[in-house]
């Protein structure tokens, strides 16, 4: 792999017919309960073996832990919350590493296997082609303001279900179909993440703000400044390589710079295959996809938002 295109993971081509996809992510909690904290960090982990259209093989967990402020029992229920996306995976947890820290972080080291002609990178999107994405986004504005307690947990199902979900079938769906590019929404929200796609392309992602998919609330909390410290430095990490349109929400183009958890993909295909695509997504439990905009010959800006 070219490591400018910075791709979701590295692919090592071992003969013609099988590749590795590897790749490594852990990070605190972003929710309060500990089985649901490990499937979200685990399904986060798995995902950029997705988004390089691969399938996970095997994995070790990486785990810091306090052990003794939260005990035995918190740690089994973030294990426990792993294995299980581990198990829907098909994915065989190897091993891993533990060390005793002040601070809970989770994750692991995932590898896949992928077909050497059937790779995804974030660096073939075609001028003409349509964006889709999988997921909704707006899980950063969220889950801070569950933190803060100013979203309440009952409403918070939908959210951390989403974020729970494998992109495993986000795959699948794409099957016959050809992804000239893809890759996953995580910490640098829709906008860095397109940015990137954009950059590796050499072209101009157009987004239309009101065909995102956006979970309730998002906009209306973004409002109240339940933002995360990732939309500040998402924001200058593009600095001068967007546009947004005059009439764009400013809430709007908040949840736009949100950093994502576990996010959805984003493919860019051609036209003709987005019916086919946004059916088979939705078939498989993804019914917040949406075709969001287009590819565009490059300019001087990466990411344009637009109405």
Known sequence: MNAGTFDDAGVYRLDDERALVQTVDFFTPIVDDPRSYGRIAIANALSDVYAM??????ALNILCFPMAELGHEVLHEILAGGCE????AKCVLLGGHSVTDAELKFGAAVTGLVHPKKIWTNAAAREGDVLVLSKRVGTGI????LKARKFPESDAAAVVASMEQLNAGGVAAAEGIEVHAATDITGFALAGHGAGMAQ????????RTSKVPVFPEAEKLAARGQKTR???????FLGPRYRTAPGVRKTLEDVMFDPQTSGGLLYSVKPGDVDRLLAALRKN???HAAAIGEVKGKSERFVEFLE
């Open 53 to 58: 259209g691969g399938r996970p093989i095997n």
């Open 200 to 207: 590796a392309s050499g072209v101009t992602l157009a987004i």
């Open 230 to 236: 990732g939309d500040v430095s998402n924001r200058a």
């Open 85 to 88: 996306k581990y198990t829907e």
């Open 142 to 145: 969220l889950t801070t303001a």
């Open 285 to 287: 439990g993804f019914e």
